[in-house]
């Protein structure tokens, strides 16, 4: 702690004198994150070797020094920009010497501020030159406000730290010199080595007092945030020792009255729990010792809530708590079939998995299934069918945007409000040990430094490990093997390999028109008419309307798109109800677009015109099948190949294989060759702000790219999928069943597709394939020749006569050259 001088006897030594340019010349001692102002005694410690040579010197010859600090380690030579602008001229006391004898230390009085200008030596110390900093005040009125505000705010900080001599302080605010008493202050105060050298840089006494003010006005801040907090924590402190009085006060009371000890009739009532729950062993052992360490602790203890919170989940966790599955085959699937219209597959998979528990009992694990497939289709809803099939419990977590780890396997005791996971929270909530189990919106799943939670999911959908799950709050094993889990998905891609390699996958492709409108008649009118208040009003929907709300206004693979537009109908119908006029009963396609505006999607947006360069593709997305049109255009230029439209890798690979199988087959087209040199080919894909990857449009790409060369125009009547490869094989893709029931959803009934994907028509509605007119072809000629109509003949005239000025111009330059060639 600095010192006010007065303190010690430094008058002997006498400060430097300057020469004629005054300047002067002195010893310099360099500090290491210290700061002596001038007028104040400041305790040193010196561990350099040059300091230890420049104070020894000073004490002998009874000189001053100038205390300057380096900015850096100086390792070679010494110069000025090493050096802090500003040091001190200090007088040195006697030294004493460290136990060890490497470091020394020393008191100082600082004199003033010094401003080096030259090294004139480096060894054994370092000689300075120096120059006298002025102290100067540049606004009078101004310092003086200043000075009143520092030893405001001195006193305050006084009076807050209650570390400083009352008479020190009164010394303090005796001295009228502003420039002595920013000194004494800031020596005087906690400050940070970097503040105290800014104040020690500081060119102005008005600078320095304004520092010192703002510097002092913090630490009072932080000195009312500490005070306030001190006397809160006393106050806590008062008041929990007044509790336990309390409480104590309390239990003799209570024992004289003859009522007991209210925390061990806690306790019996956990050891009575433990008793009358079945249990299994381990647990019952487990919850033993935790209701013996309960009963050892006195009742304020900060564990005691905890250990009561643990024991309240391990005795309210249902270990032997099952329901019977209703086995009866028909019940289910007559359940299955009144909650949800269509999806056979899943229905066949829930019978058969009634069927085998029919025979082979608790033998059989239950199913880990995953229902994928675009939004609104009925995954969730099905999982809660599934339930009151089965007659069980039906519980849901949603995974979407989960990226802590903890979540599925929960918190350790150790950390303070610690929780089990998402799987054994759900579990209590079901009260039995085999509920269906829904983990909505798997592929949302997220990972991030907490870990990933994907991982700690294989152990709960792994049927040979789930016996045995492992919660990090429990630190118990819970059997998770009865539990039937069904995971939800719009698209499995985001899933690792391990965790999609657990699921027994199941696809829910979008719907066909007809089973919307059957849909939409058995369950989603009379659940939004009832939610409306409409159910006696006599309100119907008739089929066109249906067809009209399904193709103009929804345009998705599911029905929550259309359901919303029905309750949309229904609000209006309601509001005319509730104002006492004539409502609308009967509606119909007219009374569709008064209530719902003009239709949301136009029949415009396929291309219904045979045209040159232009065809349609089949595409399948997480929301479905959709339609995708290509355009090609053919501009003169050099050759080169521009492709728009936000296309992938994949995607751009196929429209280059497209091309190679184009100028491949040149000739069987009739294409010259100088065509490819001498025109640009633009490929673009509309919707533009929408990605678009994958190899399934390589027919589509090389038709487009065919008529635009041969200026064939495209049957707009038909769309196609499938991938192309440089000898014009057409490969297999998938998406089959969306992609025909997009086609079909845009009234075009003829499509193209891979002969290999022949054995996928099974998936496709009996009612699609009725209505639509599939080929299946093999190679790229089969394509060409069932959808590129013959060049009009004006056309073929244009080529032809092209053709023939090309020739005559090949045959004039043959001649020219044979001419050349017998001249020579």
């Known amino acids: 702690m600095a010192q006010t001088s007065g303190i010690g006897d430094f008058t002997s030594i006498k400060n430097a004198q300057p020469d004629e340019n005054g300047i002067i010349e002195l010893v310099a001692l360099p500090l290491h994150k210290q700061v002596v102002f001038p007028g104040v005694i400041s305790a040193l410690t010196i561990a350099s070797a040059i300091g230890q040579e420049a104070a020894t010197y000073a004490q002998q010859t009874r000189v001053t020094l100038l205390g300057i600090t380096p900015k850096e380690m100086i390792t070679g030579r010494l110069e000025l920009k090493h050096l802090a602008p500003i040091g001190t001229e200090l007088a040195i006391g006697p030294c004493t010497t460290s136990a060890d004898g490497q470091t020394l230390f020393s008191l100082v009085e600082g004199r003033r501020r010094l401003k080096p200008v030259e090294i004139i030596q480096q060894a054994p110390f370092w000689v300075i030159k120096a120059s006298i900093a002025s102290e100067t005040i540049v606004d009078a009125d101004k310092a003086s406000a200043l000075q009143q505000a520092v030893l405001d705010l001195f006193s305050h900080h006084a009076d807050l730290s209650d570390e400083l001599n009352p008479e020190i302080i009164e010394h303090i605010k005796a001295i009228q010199n502003p420039a002595r008493l920013t000194d004494t202050i800031a020596a005087m105060l906690p400050l940070s080595f970097e503040e105290q050298q800014a104040l020690l840089e500081a060119k102005t006494v008005d600078e320095r007092l304004e520092q010192l003010a703002m510097a002092l006005g913090k630490l009072v801040n932080e000195l009312e945030i500490r005070k306030e907090f001190n006397n809160r924590l006393q106050q806590e402190m008062v008041r929990s020792q007044r509790e336990v009085y309390l409480r104590e006060q309390m239990r003799l009371i209570q024992s004289e009255l003859g009522e007991g000890d209210i925390f061990q009739q806690e306790i019996n009532e956990l050891y009575e729990r433990i008793t009358n729950t079945e249990l299994p062993e381990n647990v019952r052992k487990q919850a033993t010792k935790e209701v013996a360490r309960l009963a050892m602790m006195p009742p304020m203890a900060p564990e005691v809530s905890i250990i009561r919170t643990y024991l309240d989940w391990l005795l309210d966790l249902p270990w032997h708590t099952f329901t019977e599955d209703n086995l009866d085959i028909q019940h289910v699937q007559s359940v299955l079939d009144t909650d949800h219209y269509g999806l056979p597959k899943v229905k066949e998979r829930i019978l058969e998995h009634i069927a085998v528990r029919k025979l082979a009992g608790e033998r059989m694990k239950s199913p880990i299934l995953c229902f994928v497939g675009p939004p609104g289709v009925g995954k969730t809803s099905m999982g809660r069918s599934i339930a009151r099939a089965l007659g069980r419990k039906f519980v849901r977590i949603s995974l979407g945007g989960i990226r802590d780890e903890s979540e599925i396997r929960g918190h350790r005791r150790t950390y303070v409000g ?407």
């Open 418 to 824: 610690a929780l089990p996971g998402r799987i054994i929270q759900a579990i209590r909530q079901a009260g039995t040990t085999n509920p269906v189990f829904m983990l909505d919106e798997i592929d949302k799943l997220g990972m991030d430094f907490r870990g990933d939670p994907s991982a700690a999911l294989l152990e709960v959908l792994d049927p040979e490990q789930n016996n045995a799950f492992s919660d990090h709050y429990l630190e118990i094993p819970f059997d998770l093997s009865k539990v039937m889990f069904i995971a939800t998905a719009n698209d499995l891609d985001t899933l690792s390999a391990a965790l999609e390699d657990r699921l027994e996958v199941i696809e829910f492709s979008g719907y066909t028109e007809e089973e919307k409108i059957e849909i939409a008649r058995r369950h989603l009118i009379p659940k939004q008419i009832a939610a409306h208040g409409l159910d006696k009003r006599g309100v119907t929907f008739i089929e066109a309307v249906l067809k009209k709300m399904i193709q103009e206004y929804t345009y998705e693979g599911g029905v929550r798109n259309l359901e919303r537009e029905i309750a949309n109908v229904c609000r209006k119908i309601a509001r005319q109800v509730a104002e006492g006029i004539k409502y609308t009963k009967r509606i119909t396609p007219k009374k569709v677009e008064t209530f719902l505006g003009p239709p949301y999607f136009l029949p415009n947006r396929v291309n219904r015109e045979n045209s040159i360069g232009i065809a349609t593709g089949l595409v399948w997305t997480t929301g479905g099948g959709d339609i995708q049109t290509i355009e090609i255009s053919l501009v003169p230029g050099k050759g080169n190949l521009t492709l728009t439209g936000q296309l992938g890798d994949v995607l751009q690979e196929s429209a280059q294989a497209a091309y190679s199988y184009m100028r491949t087959r040149a000739n069987d087209f009739d294409v010259p060759h100088d065509d490819f040199e001498n025109y640009d080919i633009h490929i673009h894909m509309p919707e533009g702000a929408v990605p678009k990857d994958g190899p399934s449009a390589g027919i589509t790409l090389a038709a487009a790219i065919i008529s635009a060369f041969t200026e064939r125009p495209i049957r707009s009547d038909w769309a196609m999928t499938g991938e192309i490869t440089l000898r014009g094989l057409v490969l297999p893709v998938g998406g089959i069943k969306e992609k025909v029931l997009a086609a079909r959803r845009n009234h075009i009934k003829n499509v193209i597709l891979p002969a290999d994907n022949r054995k996928e028509q099974v998936d496709i509605p009996k009612e699609a394939l009725d209505d639509m007119n599939i080929l299946f072809v093999d190679n790229m000629q089969q394509v060409i020749d069932t959808v590129l109509e013959d060049a009009p003949e004006e056309r073929q005239r244009d080529r032809e006569a092209r053709e023939r000025q090309m020739n005559e111009a090949a045959e004039d330059g043959t001649a020219g050259v044979e001419e050349g060639a017998a001249d020579s």
